[in-house]
């Protein structure tokens, strides 16, 4: 492995290059192995290794696994061995097709292929007998006995094409339609069983499944279409042994389902009920508990905690982890009566692993000084306790700068953000200022990001706030529908709020200030170039722009509609919400940043907004200000490292250029 820490600061293809810690998983007699991803050395993609991480910190990290296709889905077997989806080539040549295989490494001896399939092998879960759960890809209209021979003639064919009889059709960066998911049942020989026959193109579309410790029961998530282009999302349990799927929880027009989770002696299950949003609410999430058998749930009271993910402990117990104000936590159930008890809220968790002795839990934890690290739970006591790191690579070292928690009072409501501030900042040298609007608009600036790293612009001299206005996430239901449905206006308000009482600071230069946001963020600062003059430079990446386009090409299309309306019924709404209205008042130069593949929020937004900045401008072409990094093969994310060193410099010089008073970027860029 390249690198394992991280120290300079104005490297940025050195932050992309040191390893990320993307996923956990514990197995028996202690072992913990971590999924890891880092950058291929010519930074044309990430690819993943397995890890061995020793819980209690004597033993170095060890990798495990060593391809060019990478490893993901780490489980253990009964066994002791561990099991993984990857693509590698079969030294056996058995299986010599490009699709993931399910691989099994022996804690002695070498890896190899338990399982295959023409579409691929995702593991979902296992047995206590090492009966695997996966999932696999058909083509549409056939079944996995006949999808080799279909693949192959419709490869032969040359045929490309899809045949859509309803919604949905695309998600975030791929098309959906020409293929089927299915559940299979892998035994630990690797002869498969499926076990959703006949499914349609939409029920097991990114499906949330589930296996019983004793094999006997299987959970998924169900979606069935429903009228005016939308899709209703139920609980169904399936018997193994005969295949027999009943409904275990409907979905309504007003709530749907996401997320089973059985407990280990396979009679309950934790799901997360989800109401359908509405122009005047929000969609909102409650954690419950439901027998298998139908009796009564049990609702369980997180507070203001925004769910994330949980995982069973025992029969007992389940953990949960969210966000929480900024931060976040992770919570200890009582299964039998839904009492919480907090276990850790200093920071976001995610990838939560019991430990197979039932006395801890391993989880990455994150904020915005640190990216996601392992660590230790402790699950006994009483009140709350503390984590314990465990030894991984990816280590960052000294910040370029100081992290602070700042608050400033919006008309009776207290709205927060994190300031991260230059050292290099004092009265006499104070620094320019970025503001940052994350997106969502549920979501929260309180972890680590790799695309979005506020200490890259710290590290040159800026200083960055990161607020959490109207409609972010951890402040419980209220705080994710203040400013519904996705007004900007009210967003702005708080965060421009915040930003002039952070601006009173003599340490920071309220004349020299830029404007940064992506996705729901990227239609913030949409708007915002349409209402406001006040800052120097604006970089939009994927955001909206005309809504009356955006809302009914998107792949999200039944929702937005759904809260949204349509142009004709809503005039007004439109008119004072759609950036694209306020075209013409826009002043400050501007950076359009899109990936042509982005489906959520498909490139046409960036086209009509290019055009609209171009036409509009009545200079010269050369005294334009505003430019345009097209990632042609990026969709909603940049995830290349390649181009995200191109979107990192380019953004940094933009704004340097227009704020500091910086060499212009040239016509052809230099990195």
Partial sequence: MAATRFDDWNDIEGLLRIPRIAGLVAGPGGRVVAQIQQATDD???????????????????????????????????????????????????????????????????????????????????????????????????GSLADDAERRDARAAAKRTAIWHTGMPIRYWDHELGDQSTRLVLVSPQGELRELTPGADVVALTNASADLARDGATAVT???????????????????VRTRRRRTLLSATAAHGW??????PD????????????????????FLELHPLDGGDPIAVDVGDLTVGSYAWVDDARLVVAGDLRSRGAVLLVDAATGRVRTLVDDAPYASLAPAHDGRSVLALRSDLASPPSPVRIPLAGAGRVQATPIPAPGAVGALPGHLEWVEADVEGVTVGGWLCTPASASSTAPAPVMLWIHGGPHGSYNAWSWRWNPWLAVARGWAVLLPDPAMSTGYGHAGLNRGWPRRPDVVWHECETLLDHVLRRRTLD?????????????????????????????????????????????????????????????????????????????????LVTHGNRDYRVPVSEALRLWWDLVSGWWGTPGTMPHRFLQLTDEHHWVLRPSNAVTWNETVLAFCAQHVLGGDPIPDALPW
């Fill in 510 to 590: 309220a004349s020299r200030t830029a404007l940064l946001g992506a996705s729901f963020g990227g239609f913030m600062t949409n708007w915002i170039a349409g209402h406001s003059d006040r800052f120097g430079a604006i970089v939009t990446h994927a955001g909206l722009w005309a809504l009356d386009q955006q809302h009914t090409t998107t792949d999200a299309a039944a929702h937005k509609v759904r809260v949204h309306g349509h142009p004709d019924d809503l005039p007004e709404w439109y008119r004072a919400y759609s950036p694209h209205h306020s075209a013409s008042a826009i002043t400050t130069p501007m």
């Fill in 266 to 285: 396979g009679t309950r299950v934790a799901v997360t009920r989800v109401t359908t949003s509405t122009p005047t609410d929000t969609s909102y999430d």
């Fill in 258 to 263: 996401s997320s089973p989770r059985l407990s």
């Fill in 43 to 141: 930074l044309a993609r990430t690819r993943s290794a397995l890890w061995e991480l020793d819980p209690d910190g004597a033993a170095e990290p060890e990798r495990l696994t060593r391809s060019s296709e990478g490893e993901s889905s780490p489980r253990f077997a009964p066994d002791g061995s561990l099991l993984f989806a990857s693509s590698r080539p079969d030294p056996t040549g058995e299986h010599d097709d490009d699709a993931a295989a399910i691989w099994r490494l022996p804690q002695r001896g070498e890896a190899h292929v338990v399982a295959s399939a023409p579409g691929g092998l995702q593991l979902v879960a296992v047995a206590d007998d090492g009966t695997m759960l996966a999932t696999t890809q058909v083509l549409a209209g």
């Fill in 221 to 239: 998530t169900w979606t069935k279409r429903a009228r005016g282009g939308e899709t209703r999302t139920g609980i169904a349990a399936i018997d």
